[in-house]
């Protein structure tokens, strides 16, 4: 196979971590920003009309998460604009279009990956934000869906929304099942075709193509970088987040540390502590944590300890100070 030329520019996509609902929240974009500096973290997927119509502000993070990127729900070109301009105020580095969600309840509103079967609307919303902000406008889509899985399809959708103004593009190597799988299995089942995407790259030159689906290791975000611009890695990033404290030494730069994941959570103190403060519970944020020791001696002792106390009334530091404890040097 051949092999495309590599840049030694590092493009602020290299490496980022996935998207995911209930996941990556603001807690746990700031955890994982304590091992890497260079990573593009991105928000959970918020809907347009969580951002217009909810009296809760779904924007806000804390500074220190930056880069991060905004992904969006939605299929509506207004909403879809007015909910960029705010994200550019609120500032943020990339405004994500998700074209990848196969829920029941994301189809029902009209977004996520049905909308491959619509690429003229995709391309309309595109060509609305792109004229919208200066910022990159990507979108995070499948290799198929359901029996259009075939890969002209795949090539149609892209050089569709690519004419309206999309540079960038995340591909989960799956297709989706939009009935009969749910999301979990939509995540699983689906066969893996990571070919299929450096196809698209070899096709595409000219585009910036980020791979997505089943990466666990360094070796395979090197490997995918071969033939790709970028890698994204979703649950595995979440479930064992000291994968995160390497990325910054082997993909940006060996001078760089390579983080442990005590590191990470002790640098995390004053952020608790100034969340605590703000009367947030300390559960909300250290369920993100707890897989920093996964594989660990004394990582199970690590999970029981923090998930049977940070829930308590008045719950502080001394839960984390002491979970540690567990934890061999």
Same mark, same amino acid.
């Given at each position: 196979m051949e ?9 602020r996509?290299?490496f980022s971590?996935a998207?995911m609902?209930?996941?990556t ?13 260079? #990573?593009? !973290?991105y928000?959970?997927?918020? *809907?347009?009309g969580? =951002? ?5 502000d779904?924007l806000t993070?804390h500074q220190?998460?930056l ?5 969006l729900?939605g299929s ?9 301009k705010?994200?550019?105020?609120y500032g943020?580095?990339?405004i994500n ?6 829920s029941d309840r994301?189809?029902n509103?009209m977004f996520?990956?049905c ?10 919303c ?6 919208? #902000?200066a !910022?990159?406008?990507?979108i995070? *889509?499948?290799?198929? =869906?359901?029996e259009q ?5 795949l090539?149609?959708?892209v ?8 540079n960038?593009?995340i591909?989960?190597?799956?297709k ?11 995540r699983?089942?689906p066969?893996?075709n ?7 790259k070899?096709d595409?030159p000219?585009?910036m193509?980020?791979?997505?689906g ?8 090197k490997q995918?970088l ?5 890698v ?7 479930q064992?987040?000291?994968l995160l404290?390497y990325?910054?030494?082997v993909?940006f730069d ?6 442990s994941p005590?590191?990470?959570?002790e640098?995390?103190y004053?952020?608790i502590?100034?969340q605590?403060?703000k009367?947030v519970?300390?559960?909300h ?6 897989g920093?020791f996964?594989?660990?001696?004394g990582?199970r ?11 308590k009334p ?5 839960v984390i100070?002491t ?7």
């Amino acid at each position: 196979m051949e092999k495309p030329s590599q840049s030694n520019t590092l493009y602020r996509g290299r490496f980022s971590v996935a998207p995911m609902l209930d996941w990556t929240t603001k807690h746990c974009r700031y955890f994982h920003r304590q091992f890497t500096q260079h #990573t593009l !973290l991105y928000t959970e997927m918020i *809907t347009t009309g969580a =951002i217009i119509h909810s009296k809760y502000d779904h924007l806000t993070y804390h500074q220190q998460e930056l880069p991060v990127a905004l992904q969006l729900g939605g299929s509506n070109p207004q909403e879809l604009e007015y909910c960029t301009k705010l994200a550019e105020k609120y500032g943020y580095n990339e405004i994500n279009l998700n074209v990848g969600c196969p829920s029941d309840r994301v189809q029902n509103g009209m977004f996520g990956a049905c909308l491959m079967a619509k690429k003229e609307l995709v391309a309309d919303c595109i060509k609305t934000m792109k004229n919208t #902000t200066a !910022l990159p406008v990507t979108i995070k *889509t499948r290799i198929g =869906i359901d029996e259009q899985d075939n890969y002209e399809f795949l090539c149609e959708f892209v050089h569709a929304t690519h004419q309206a103004g999309c540079n960038e593009f995340i591909i989960h190597a799956r297709k989706a099942w939009l009935s009969g799988l749910s999301p979990k299995e939509n995540r699983e089942i689906p066969p893996l075709n990571y070919e299929r995407v450096y196809q698209l790259k070899r096709d595409f030159p000219h585009l910036m193509i980020s791979i997505n689906g089943g990466i666990k290791t360094i070796e395979e975000i090197k490997q995918h970088l071969q033939y790709v611009d970028g890698v994204m890695v979703g649950r595995e990033a979440y479930q064992n987040p000291s994968l995160l404290g390497y990325i910054d030494n082997v993909l940006f730069d060996e001078n760089l540390p390579i983080i442990s994941p005590r590191e990470a959570i002790e640098k995390m103190y004053p952020y608790i502590e100034q969340q605590l403060s703000k009367g947030v519970y300390l559960n909300h944020i250290v369920r993100h944590m707890l897989g920093a020791f996964q594989k660990c001696k004394g990582a199970r002792q690590w999970r029981r300890h923090i998930s049977e106390n940070a829930h308590k009334p008045n719950a502080g530091l001394e839960v984390i100070e002491t979970a540690l404890k567990f934890i061999a040097e």
